[in-house]
């Protein structure tokens, strides 16, 4: 089957004797015992729920693995593999990161012992120079958040090969109908459910994937111990937005890169941060391992004065955190996703108070334009 086809037929197997088409919420905390040698294919939904294991078959195929565990946000998602890791391990990590995972890595991998370096893994000489004897895994976003920065997957997949150390992707800016991180050599996927795969800003949800299926075995292991698993009706609607993932990619990265050159021929534009603009320094890598550009841009404007009123002016645009849903939004990184970063470390890679993120949706192209006119005007 192919990609859309899989987003509404990975799993077709709904074991009900009604023939319900879509998979039906299974709200039960609990399930009762065939006999007492036969606990049947459910016991307790903290270990498995029909619902979430339907939408688990299905995030498993679009990413082509072995294992899917279906979490509570990406966040839960991410601490999951955390737990990977003990006291002294080593982990390289991309220095443009999504605001929460470098919390997480700071305030408590490296409480606990995990030590990290991140670097700009874009460039493949400073990842090489930074593994060690104790070094574990290379975790990268490509495109980064809120920088865009381009990893070139099948490269530091081969590093982590050859070094035996597990490569960790956070594949949420562009969903596995562009990118396929495990079929370029990745060992872990991870999304963000709550972005583009559920689509409508309308419920939190996270994934890991692995391909290996005995990884994958520590992953449910850890995602049971944890407790941190999605719900059955927050399952079925993240089910329910990835029918609709295709298309709804294919408008947005259509509006995005419209959206791109427009704002490149804006004056008041210092700087626009789109992989799908051929001038894009990860133009190049980013085409050669995926094949669209997604939804994410983001701008330095001339001013602090300006980006607060653009920020207060938008009217379609809706000035909210987060990304990936049918609504465009814009966000102040500074102020919302990287405010626990140090002042200067995010003065050093540029997101400034005249940094804005933009998450296209799908409205009218036009539409969208017309409104960052209109707010662009002072
Ligand atoms: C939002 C996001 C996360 C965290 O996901 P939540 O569902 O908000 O917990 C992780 N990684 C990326 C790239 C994200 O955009």
């Known amino acids: 089957m192919e990609f859309e086809t899989l987003c509404l037929h990975a799993d077709n197997n709904i074991k009900d004797e009604w023939g319900t088409l879509s998979m039906p919420i299974c709200q039960s905390a609990t399930f009762v015992h065939k006999s007492v040698d036969d606990n049947g294919e459910y016991s307790y939904s903290r270990l498995s729920n029909p619902t979430r294991s339907h939408l688990e078959n299905t995030v498993k195929a679009l990413e082509n693995g072995s294992v899917c565990v279906a979490f509570s946000s990406g966040m839960a998602a991410i601490t999951a593999v955390s737990k990977l890791f003990k006291n002294n391990d080593h982990i390289i990590a991309s220095d443009d990161l999504y605001g929460g995972a470098l919390r997480l890595f700071r305030n408590f991998s490296e409480i606990e012992g995990v030590e990290f370096d991140y670097i700009d893994t874009s460039n493949i000489d400073l990842v ?16 980064s958040n809120p920088l865009m920065q381009v990893t070139d ?108 050159q427009f704002l490149s021929k804006e004056k008041k534009i210092k700087k626009v941060y789109y992989v799908g603009l051929e001038s894009d320094k990860g133009y190049e890598i980013n085409k050669s391992q995926s094949s669209g550009f ?47 970063l140090p002042k200067e470390e995010r003065d050093k890679r540029g997101i400034n108070e005249r940094f804005l993120r933009l998450s296209i949706g799908i409205e009218n192209v036009n539409d969208l334009i017309d409104d960052l006119k209109q707010a662009l005007e002072v």
């Open 294 to 340: 997604g939804g994410m841009i983001s701008i330095e404007l001339e001013s602090e004065e300006l980006a607060k009123h653009v920020l207060g002016s938008v009217k379609i645009f809706q000035y909210a955190e987060s990304l990936g849903g049918v609504d465009s939004l814009i966000t102040y990184p500074m102020k919302q996703t990287h405010a626990d």
């Open 128 to 143: 090489l120079g930074k593994i060690k004897k104790n070094t574990k895994a290379i975790y990268i976003e490509t495109p």
């Open 153 to 260: 997957i099948r490269k530091v997949a081969r590093i982590a090969r050859e070094n035996n150390l597990l490569l960790i992707v956070d594949n949420t800016f562009l969903t596995p109908y562009y990118q396929r991180p495990l079929e370029l050599g990745a060992d872990i996927v991870i999304h963000s459910g709550t972005k583009y795969l559920g689509g409508h800003n309308d419920s939190l949800a996270g994934f890991v994937v692995t391909k290996e299926k005995e990884l994958g075995d520590r992953i449910i292991y850890i995602s049971k111990t944890i407790g941190a698993n999605l719900s059955p009706f927050d399952s079925f609607l993240i089910e329910r937005g990835i029918k609709t993932l295709p298309i709804r990619m294919d408008r947005i990265n259509d509006n995005a890169i419209k959206i791109a």
